[in-house]
């Protein structure tokens, strides 16, 4: 299968940097998949699951939010903040959540609320994520 | 004269002087490594946006609706300059340098008659910069009980230039730190942040392929203009930290070596300030003998 160049970086590290078949990156506005040869495009990301395949196998990542540049050198996913799934702090998801519940429950009604309520709706599908995996 | 008891005093506190510059210079040493680590580490995601930016903004200059926070506030009024220095002293020129570069570049400013305000980073440069610039203080930040510098802490920063840039506090600002070369040559650097200035080359090299933006442009740039600001002061931020010990560490070492050439020189003179006094107490024996 055609490969393609990623790069996963986070303001820390260099998380990943190699040639992989398929990407699936967790967009703002909807999952979506990069394949070798996609249309250059920019989007932001949302918290969730990004899912690397190459010939080694799969693997999935933890990102926080960021942002995903598609352009004829590859796929870059500049994230906020990203680790394996096997290694994320899980601590640091639950008081995410917490943050963010609390902050719910200040705020007016109207877009920043309405933006707050997505963002908690992001963090719980990766917890969910994450609980469901660590049982198996 | 000294006597040899004082003497021996003062080379026994010039050794443990130089055990404890020693000391530093290793700790230092080490703690580089680390912060160099830690600044090669974050290079990636820093140059990976100002392309990603480049690209963006290159299409996007032309147009009406730029962001402020690119386009700038259309004024040249009143310069924000964040000053990141170093939290602890002993460091040669570290601070001293980077403060330089800032106060220069406020003179000039005010010159012109331009409105100066300064937020600094780290202990060091207040205490330098509050002498001279006492009213222009806006904030202060201190990095003292932090141990590893995360992106959190570039984060805070960034959050309160931002605040201030919303209320219209200021037109400009510039982030003074110590770019690290190598060991023995760190470089104070001035660099604009807003309006933000993506590398010329960055944007020419890439070719502007036509990208598709989802969501629209202008969602986008919100929220990486921000975050293009906080990357740029952890990058400061981990540049200061890697040129803070780098410049300790020579500092140290030149201390080191100063104390281990003071040692020579008292040892010197005590062995022969020693050595007369033994022939002179000899001299007496013999004349006193001799004269019997």
């Known amino acids: 299968m055609a490969t393609f160049h990623f790069d996963l970086v986070s303001p820390e590290k260099l998380l990943f940097s190699g040639e992989v078949e398929q990407v699936d990156v967790p967009g703002a506005e909807g999952d979506f998949g990069v394949l070798a040869g996609h249309a250059p495009m920019v989007t932001t990301l949302r918290p969730g699951i990004l899912t690397v395949k190459s010939s080694g196998g799969e693997q999935k990542i933890v990102v926080l939010g960021g942002f995903a540049e598609v352009s004829a050198e590859g796929l870059t996913v500049l994230a906020d903040t990203a680790d394996s799934v096997e290694d994320i702090d899980r601590a640091m998801i639950a008081t995410r959540i917490g943050e963010i519940e609390s902050r719910i429950a200040k705020t007016e009604p109207g877009n920043a609320l309405d933006k707050l309520i997505t963002q908690l709706d992001h963090y719980k599908a990766v917890d969910r994520h994450l609980t469901g995996t660590a049982m198996h | 004269m000294a006597s040899l008891k004082d003497m021996r005093v003062r080379i026994a506190a010039t050794k443990a002087t130089q055990k404890i510059t020693k000391a530093m210079q290793m700790v230092a040493a080490s703690k580089l490594r680390r912060a160099q680590m830690a600044a090669e580490a974050a290079r990636p995601f820093a140059e990976r946006m100002d392309r990603v930016l480049g690209n963006i903004a290159a299409g996007m200059a032309a147009s009406e609706g730029a962001p402020k926070l690119l386009a700038g506030t259309g004024r040249n009024q009143v310069h924000l300059l964040i000053v990141a220095t170093g939290e602890r002293g002993l460091a040669g020129a570290f601070n001293s340098s980077i403060v330089r570069l800032a106060r220069e570049h406020a003179n000039r400013l005010m010159a012109e008659g331009k409105e100066v305000k300064i937020l600094t980073v780290g202990r060091k440069g207040h205490e330098q910069l509050r002498r001279l610039y006492e009213k222009n203080i806006v904030d202060r930040v201190e990095l003292r009980g932090v141990r590893t510098i995360g992106f959190t802490n570039a984060e805070d920063i960034a959050r309160k230039v931002l605040a201030l ?128």
């Open chain 2, 165 to 292: 840039f919303e209320q219209g506090q200021f037109d400009v600002a510039t982030l003074f730190y110590a770019r690290f070369k190598t060991v023995v040559q760190q470089i104070p650097t001035a660099q604009q942040i807003i309006p933000a200035k993506p590398p010329e080359g960055a944007a020419a090299a890439a070719p502007t392929a036509a990208y598709e933006y989802e969501p629209e442009e202008e969602e986008i740039l919100d929220e990486l203009l921000p975050r293009y600001v906080a990357v740029q002061i952890f990058r400061a931020l981990l540049e200061n930290a890697a040129s803070f010990y780098g410049s300790q560490m020579s500092a140290m070492d030149n201390a080191t070596r100063n104390a281990g050439e003071m040692i020579r020189k008292q040892t010197l003179t005590y062995n022969r300030t020693r050595q007369a006094m033994i022939t002179k107490e000899l001299i007496e024996i013999i004349s006193g003998a001799e004269a019997l």
